[in-house]
Structure formats: structure tokens, C-alpha cells
């Protein structure tokens, strides 16, 4: 479904807003139901978080910050088979380096597991659940669907003392994997398909990465989801729209143990659907493994770790997720849009510099060949407090290719035979002669200089329309610019039939490009705009003397020109 910009949240709150949560809060500290504003972020650790995960973490760390309270970091680490504490640590350095930090509030769901424990045993003992026998292939087929009842368990009628005891040895390691499961005993006639008698807790002979093999049952997701909201007193447990059908789930644990008032309450939003990107761990970690990227950090994948090797800034990711606003409201947000703020961060930020992505040889024929000189370069217009730099000038120097046409059309302002153009920072120049190979390619450009006109002004007020950038052949630095555009080639990749065939293999393009020097010297990250070309950043792929440059995002919006794209 295509973006629709008029598309805001929910119910409007008192001071005009548009953010339902947020008037949904203000409503509960007004009427008392909450004393304390505490939200959380439960990531599970089998992957690297990606910017759909960035929406959650503004979301919830915004909240606790604008409503003076506290946002916990839970890790949702319930399946042992898929997790590794090195997700652990890089997901922790991810929200770090997003601009959030949990203080003493990070959190395990292992942290809470015997207390899970004791609450699924209380669960049978108050007759809400069963020990089933029947296999995962059993369980789903009795489903159901949303026009036709579930087949209750044979197990269902079990007694709560049988339960207990098989759920005690399930516990005690007596059973294998996919022998039994402890079951919620709700209806299997239920209009929620999520609470037709769910799983709570299975068995899985896999070491933890925290408890090792101290446990060989763990709890299902909504069980622990639930409980580790109420253990740690969150009050407002903020869900992506996917969830919506888990709520009820989510309250019936909740009030089958009847635990204490208030309890947390679950709010469901419409999580980010980025265009022409894929935002699944399991359909992300295919492409790591398949080798279709070089890893989750590659530049082309929607990861937090991959958005930072690549030069986005966190605080666009910010910007972007604050933006976009909180809604109910399912949409697709367009990569202009998020092109749009990284490029406006950028622009005020980015250190100025000249490079050539494609060169051809420019001779200014009347400049002498031994001597060069250093001009004075804007470092950002943006900032008047950066300054300037300097930058060498000399008889040889590369310009863009696509800067100089033998036959150029009517309106094209760059350089061409007998044309003047302005050398950024530098002089006129007039273009004399032409160069070409014995296949008929302009290999080298010749041209003269105007002296009069150091710093790219006429004294005598003659205009000049076109201004191109260059570099010092005899200074500048041999660089690898790697040029990236999105990953997959529709829109909504995961509508296709298969994901593999719809990548894009103009993904990734990769030039022999010349800098400036201080480009070379830059810090891997540093955000740098070269000038007319585009925003870059240095790899760590990077070695002394050979930077290698990424680009992060294009000088201007080249979406809405680029018909059929997808």
C-alpha cells in the first residue's frame, strides 16, 4: 500500500497532537491508573537490529524521556537455538550508538525463568493449563480457522495434579523435545485464533547462552512477554500492529494468575514498512548466510550496523522515526522520504571536499607545467564557524566525465568545445582542444585559464552558467568509491515469489575515483560531501594512502524522475 501523507495516529489528545500513545498515557496518569510512565524495548538476540527496530527504540525511549520515566532493555532470549551473546553485545552497542542508553535497567527474560516457571505451576493448579502430548503437527491441525472452532486436545481433560507432575518432569528432563508441551486451557471456539488453548512452554535440548543446560523447557514468547512486563512493572507495553491478535493473549495470562493492579497494558502501533527493503531478522540472516551480502553490516542492508558503516548519521535515524510519527494506520514509507532526512542532517554537518567519481584529463595548456598553488575552498556553507581549507591546483587535473560533451545539446552548461566554464574555487576556463583514442574515445581535455579570475570571477562581470568540480591530478589520492542503491528491486519484496531473484544487481557499483587530499586523512565514519556528487564517508575497509569511500546518499531526490524503478 502506497504512502499516504495526510495519514497521522490515532485519536487526536487535548493539545492537538496526533499521537494516540501519548494521549493514551496522558489519560492514565490523569485518571491515576498510572503512578510511573515505564516502557521497554525487548529485542530478541538473534540477529542485528535494523531501523525497524530503531522506530520501537525512539518509540519507547521518547516516551520514558518525555513522560519523566524509564524505558528498560529486556532481551527476549527464550530460544536458545537461535540466540548468541555476541547479538547481545552488538544490539547493545547499536541502541548506544542510536543515542539511547537503559542505565541499570537492562534486562534478561533468563532472568525471570524460575519465576515463569512457578507461574506456569500456578497456572495449572488454578485449572488454565494442560500438559499435551499431541505432536507440533497434531497441535495445528486441530487449530482451526477464523470461520471454523479448534478440536480440543484429548489431553485437555488432564487433572491439575497430572499436569503438574508431567509439567515437574518436563522440568526434571525426562522427556524429549516435542514429547510434550504445557498448554493454556481457554477455548478452542475463540474468535482469537491466538487463545485457542496456546502454547505456553516447550521442551528444547539446547544449551543457554546465560543458564547453560539448567533448563530443558523454555517459555513461548506471549507467556513471557506478559509476565516480564508485569515482574519489572512496566506500564505500558508498546507493540507493533502485529500483535493486535495477541493482546487478548497477553491480558488472559495477566488476569488468569490475577496478579496485582496495575497491570501492564499492551498498545499496538503500525511499525515501519520501508519500500525496497526487508525487515526480518530470519530473511536478513538468509542473505548473511547465503553470501548475498558480505554480512550484517553490509551498507546495503536496513541494519543499525550496516546504516553506520554506510554514514547515516543516528540522529537522521532519529529524525526520520520522529517524522514518520506514530499511527495505527498500515502504509509503506517511501526511501525518498527517508533519503530526504538523512540528506537534511547531512547538509548542515557534512565537511566539504572535491572528488571524481569517473575522470577525464583536463591539460590547462597556459598554466606552467612545474608550479601549483593552493586555494582557498569552502569547508560547509551551512556552518559560517567551519572555515576554509586549502586545495592544490595544477596544470593537470581530473574532472567528471560526465562534465564535458563534444556535441552537447542546446541547454548543456558544462564544458565543451569553445565553452567557458568556472573550475570550483579555481578559475574560467575555455576548452580548446580535444583528445581522443584510436577507438574515437575522448580520453583528455584540453583547455586555457583566465589568470584574471582566481576564485572563479570575471573582473569584468562577464557571466559564466556552468561550474564544475576537479582535482589536482599531481595531488590528489587514488580512492575505491562503492556507490549503493537498494538491495531489491520492488517495492514490496516480500510479495514476490522468490525474495533471492529480486535483488538488485546494480546494488553495488564500484569506481576508481580521485580525491582531494585531506579526504584520505579523514576519520572512518566522518560524513563528508563530495561536492556535486553526493555524501560519502570513509570505510574501515580503508588502508593507509587508499581510502576506500562509501556513498550514503545521493546530492537530491533522484526518485520521482526515475520512472519504473520497481
Not at 114 to 141: K, P, T
Not at 439 to 450: I, T
Request: proline fraction near 7%; aromatic fraction near 8%.
Amino acid at each position: 500500500m502506497a504512502e499516504d501523507p495526510k495519514a497521522g495516529g490515532g485519536a487526536e489528545d487535548s493539545e492537538g497532537g496526533t499521537d494516540f500513545i501519548r494521549h493514551r498515557i496522558k489519560a492514565d496518569l490523569a485518571s491515576g491508573h498510572t503512578r510511573e510512565v515505564v516502557t521497554r524495548f525487548p529485542p530478541e538476540p538473534n540477529g542485528r537490529l535494523h531501523i525497524g527496530h530503531a522506530m520501537n527504540i525512539v518509540l519507547n525511549f521518547g516516551l520514558a524521556r518525555d513522560f519523566d520515566g524509564r524505558c528498560h532493555l529486556r532481551f527476549d532470549d527464550t530460544n536458545p537455538a537461535a540466540e548468541s551473546p555476541e547479538f547481545v553485545i552488538s544490539q547493545q552497542d547499536d541502541i548506544r550508538w542510536l543515542g539511547f542508553d537503559w542505565g541499570e535497567h537492562g534486562y534478561f527474560a533468563s532472568d525471570y525463568f524460575g519465576r515463569l516457571y512457578e507461574y506456569a505451576c500456578e497456572l495449572i493448579r488454578r485449572g488454565h493449563a494442560f500438559v499435551c502430548d499431541l505432536s507440533s503437527e497434531e497441535i495445528e491441525a486441530r487449530r482451526g480457522t477464523l470461520t471454523q472452532p479448534g478440536v480440543e486436545s484429548p489431553y485437555r481433560g488432564r487433572s491439575a495434579e497430572e499436569s503438574l507432575d508431567l509439567f515437574q518432569r518436563m522440568r526434571a528432563g525426562e522427556f524429549g523435545p516435542g514429547a510434550r508441551v504445557l498448554r493454556a486451557r481457554i477455548d478452542m471456539a475463540s474468535p482469537v485464533l491466538p487463545n485457542r488453548d496456546p502454547l505456553l512452554y516447550r521442551i528444547v535440548d539446547v544449551p543457554h547462552h546465560r543458564t547453560g543446560s539448567e533448563w530443558p523447557i523454555y517459555p513461548l514468547y506471549d507467556f513471557a512477554h506478559s509476565l516480564s512486563d508485569a515482574i519489572e512493572g512496566v506500564s505500558h507495553s508498546i507493540c507493533t500492529m502485529e500483535f493486535v491478535d495477541r493482546r487478548p493473549l497477553y491480558d488472559w495470562i495477566l488476569e488468569a494468575l490475577d496478579l496485582p493492579q496495575p497491570r501492564p497494558q499492551q498498545i499496538e502501533f503500525a511499525g515501519l514498512d520501508l519500500a525496497h527493503t526487508v525487515l526480518s531478522k530470519r530473511k536478513l540472516r538468509l542473505l548473511v548466510e547465503g553470501g548475498q551480502v558480505s554480512g550484517w553490516d553490509d551498507p546495503r542492508m536496513p541494519t543499525l550496523a550496516a546504516l553506520r558503516r554506510r554514514g547515516i548519521p543516528p540522529s537522521a535515524i532519529r529524525r526520520f522515526c520522529e517524522e514518520i510519527g506514530v499511527t495505527r494506520n498500515l502504509s509503506t514509507t517511501q526511501m525518498s522520504r527517508f533519503e530526504a532526512a538523512v540528506r537534511s542532517d547531512l547538509n548542515e554537518s557534512a565537511q566539504r571536499a572535491l572528488g571524481v567519481l569517473r575522470p577525464l584529463r583536463l591539460v590547462v595548456e597556459n598554466y606552467p607545467e612545474d608550479e601549483s598553488e593552493e586555494l582557498d575552498a569552502i569547508n560547509n556553507p551551512q556552518d559560517p564557524t567551519a572555515g576554509t581549507r586549502k586545495v592544490p591546483f595544477s596544470r593537470e587535473l581530473w574532472i567528471e566525465r560526465d562534465d564535458f560533451l563534444e556535441d552537447p545539446p542546446k541547454k548543456f552548461h558544462r564544458l565543451s568545445p569553445g565553452k567557458e566554464v568556472r573550475l570550483r574555487y579555481a578559475y574560467l576556463v575555455t576548452c580548446t582542444e580535444v583528445v581522443k583514442d584510436d577507438a574515437g574515445e575522448v580520453v583528455e581535455v584540453h583547455c586555457r585559464y583566465d589568470p584574471e579570475t582566481r576564485g572563479g570571477d570575471a573582473p569584468d562581470g562577464r557571466k559564466v552558467r556552468g561550474t564544475i568540480h576537479w582535482v589536482s591530478a599531481r595531488h590528489a589520492v587514488a580512492a575505491e568509491a562503492r556507490l549503493y542503491d537498494v538491495l531489491f528491486s520492488s517495492e514490496d519484496p516480500l510479495s514476490q515469489p522468490d525474495l533471492m531473484q529480486d535483488l538488485n544487481p546494480s546494488s553495488l557499483e564500484r569506481t576508481e575515483a580521485w580525491v582531494e587530499p585531506f579526504v584520505a586523512t579523514a576519520e572512518p565514519g566522518q560524513p563528508i560531501q563530495l561536492e556535486r556528487l553526493g555524501y560519502f564517508c570513509l570505510d574501515p575497509d580503508s588502508t593507509p594512502g587508499r581510502p576506500v569511500l562509501n556513498r550514503t546518499v545521493t546530492l537530491r531526490d533522484s526518485w520521482a524522475k526515475i520512472a519504473g524503478r520497481s
